[in-house]
């Protein structure tokens, strides 16, 4: 990350009231090739395609936002809209933003490289990450995931999107895991496994189940597991030495806060959704957070983005959400949340010297 990404940082961190959301979350569609047995949104997905924005809804909308650092897709699987590259383009053109990242089940290896070149030669100045999902190794990946063979197209998907990191100095390329009581047990096979097939991978970030997912007999794990295991996962998180140094910082931050939240039950640090980061759903739907209420909807004001981001009931829940009357552990709040607050800063510049003297 260059060091005027850095200072933007600290522009907003400064600026915040009263500004449009640079953190969004873009929803695409609940079209789905996987079948996942921890989906959160697994009742919304494969229905009523026909109520997902359009292109032009969506190019709408966009033109709507201010400038944008972060934009992360969502749904469903986003590689499934095939005017993915459009929407990268104008996120990147007009809104400026810095950094797009799109998680795949990695189902369609072809499509999905295919899809991912355009979208690197459409936004030279954007950095593209790709988020392969990983749930387990081989059989056990497949059984999670619901479609037979996908362990081994995760592995075809990765080749070929490793090979345009030649071409493509702004292409990021990780691997993503959902955390849960499924491969809690196997964490020391799961994380040698990944080191092997996906060798080139710029980090291997983890999320803890979100709950409600359709097979029951996967649960979240305790706090007490996530206590032992999370300094392990540290020292593994410690060994992908290409990682921006401080995006590595926050994700493994981001996760001793998610243990303390666990244990004590609220925000333990300010969530900034509804301030810094929004929701916008593949249905229009606008949100503070993904766990919260929407809105309204962009169809009914015009695809005015800023008309429902500064609504009397998105005023409500700003209140709400500083009067820490929720809290949870999503971890794409949680971290957007601590890269604009001061002590996320000192801790880094703390843990940057403590390095440098110790080297
Ligand atoms: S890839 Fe995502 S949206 Fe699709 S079934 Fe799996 S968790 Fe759900
Ligand atoms: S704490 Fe969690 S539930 Fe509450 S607003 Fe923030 S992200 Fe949403």
Not at 169 to 178: A, D, G, I, K
């Amino acid at each position: 990350m260059k060091f005027s990404d850095k200072a933007q940082y600290l522009r907003y961190l400064l600026s915040r009231r009263g500004m449009k959301p640079i953190y969004v979350i873009l929803g695409l569609t609940y079209d789905c090739n996987s079948f996942c047995r921890t989906c959160f949104n697994w009742e919304q997905l494969r229905k009523d395609k026909e109520h997902e924005l359009s292109t032009e809804e969506l190019l709408k909308t966009i033109d709507s936002l201010d400038d944008l650092l972060f934009v992360v897709m969502s749904g469903g699987e986003p590689f499934m809209r095939r005017d993915l590259p459009e929407i990268c383009e104008a996120l990147s053109k007009k809104k400026g933003a810095k950094q797009i990242t799109i998680p795949t089940g990695a189902v369609s290896p072809d499509a999905i490289a295919r899809q991912a070149e355009q979208i690197l030669e459409k936004c030279p100045s954007t950095q593209i990450v790709v988020n392969i999902s990983i749930d387990h190794v081989g059989e056990k990946h497949d059984w999670i995931r619901g479609v037979p063979g996908c362990y081994e197209k995760a592995k075809a998907t990765y080749a070929k999107l490793n090979a345009l990191k030649v071409r493509f100095p702004n292409f990021t390329l990780n691997v993503h895991t959902c955390l849960c009581t499924f491969n809690v047990d196997d964490l020391e096979e799961l994380t040698t496994v990944v080191r092997r097939d996906f060798p080139e991978i710029s980090f291997h970030s983890f999320e803890m189940l979100r709950g409600d997912q359709p097979d029951k007999n996967i649960q979240p794990i305790t706090t007490e597991r996530y206590r032992e295991v999370l300094p392990r996962l540290e020292r593994y998180w410690q060994s992908f030495p290409k990682y921006d140094g401080f995006l590595k910082f926050v994700k493994i931050y981001s996760r001793q806060v998610e243990l303390r939240v666990l244990e004590e039950e609220t925000q333990v640090t300010p969530c900034f959704a509804g301030t810094i980061s929004g929701v916008i759903d593949a249905r229009g739907e606008v949100r503070m957070c993904e766990l919260r209420e929407a809105v309204g909807n962009v169809r009914d004001v015009g695809y005015d983005f800023g008309k429902l981001w500064f609504s009397p009931e998105a005023d409500r829940q700003r209140a709400s959400i500083a009067a820490k009357e929720c809290h949870c552990t999503h971890s794409c709040f949680m971290s957007s949340s601590l890269v604009f607050q001061p002590k996320t800063w000192g801790k880094y510049l703390a843990s940057t010297v403590t390095s440098f003297l110790g080297a």
